[in-house]
């Protein structure tokens, strides 16, 4: 994780993503490993499938920055997708937007309800400071 940690912020900062959770996503998806590759042909860091990878410029899913990129842009876009729904967004980041529109919430599928449990058990949001 630390290898990432610039990489991490710097992509986060880019697209006004926390940080730790970028980093929360990318433990689960491949465990920090560069070279990962899933069972449905998910690759790189934040395990982008090959179509959402160059719908979002990757050209090498494998090079770090360009993964970490796509990828905390593609949370990005989730997040603002549903309204900053944190469970939904990483539901939609795993099952895809329309499964979690189709179902009106997380969708009923094992992977994805223990994927977003996983995550958001992990990922410790910094406190919020009440205004005066």
């Known amino acids: 994780a630390k290898d990432y940690e610039p990489l991490i912020v710097k992509h986060a900062k880019q697209h006004g993503v926390p940080p730790a959770l970028v980093s929360a996503v990318m433990r689960v998806e491949s465990c920090y490993d560069q070279r990962a590759v899933s069972r449905v042909g998910a690759r790189g860091l934040m395990q982008l499938m090959p179509q959402t990878a160059k719908e979002l410029g990757v050209r090498n899913s494998f090079d770090a920055d360009q993964n970490i990129g796509g990828g905390v ?44 449990a996983r995550i958001t058990k992990l990922y410790q949001p910094p406190p919020t400071v009440a205004r005066k």
């Open 73 to 116: 842009r593609y949370l990005s876009l989730m997040l603002k997708r549903f309204n900053n729904d944190l469970k939904l967004a990483l539901a939609a980041y795993n099952a895809g937007p329309n499964a979690v529109e189709k179902h009106k919430g997380i969708p009923p599928f094992k992977e994805t309800q223990h994927y977003v």
